[in-house]
């Protein structure tokens, strides 16, 4: 039984969309911007964009600011 678990487990993590941070960092390399032009647009600093792109803590506030300025039509470069 445990190892059905395990199993099904591995399943799901297999099957996960891809995170916020790999999406953002995609997203703004299609767009040829650079995380300080992306940072400038948004309001922020360069070193929030970086860790919103490694997936690591970041305060709330930065991070919807960056995600609409990347979700946004356009990115003035």
């Excluded at 390399?29 to 803590?57: D, F, H, M, W, Y």
């Amino acid at each position: 039984m445990l190892r059905e678990v395990k199993d099904m487990a591995s399943v799901q993590i297999s099957t996960r969309e891809p995170s916020i941070a790999t999406q953002a960092k995609k997203l703004r390399l299609s767009r040829l911007i650079t995380q300080e032009e992306l940072a400038t647009a948004a309001g922020v600093s360069k070193e929030e964009v970086n860790r919103l792109e490694q997936g690591l803590p970041l305060i709330l506030n930065s991070k919807r600011k960056i995600l609409k300025e990347l979700w946004a039509k356009k990115v003035e470069k």
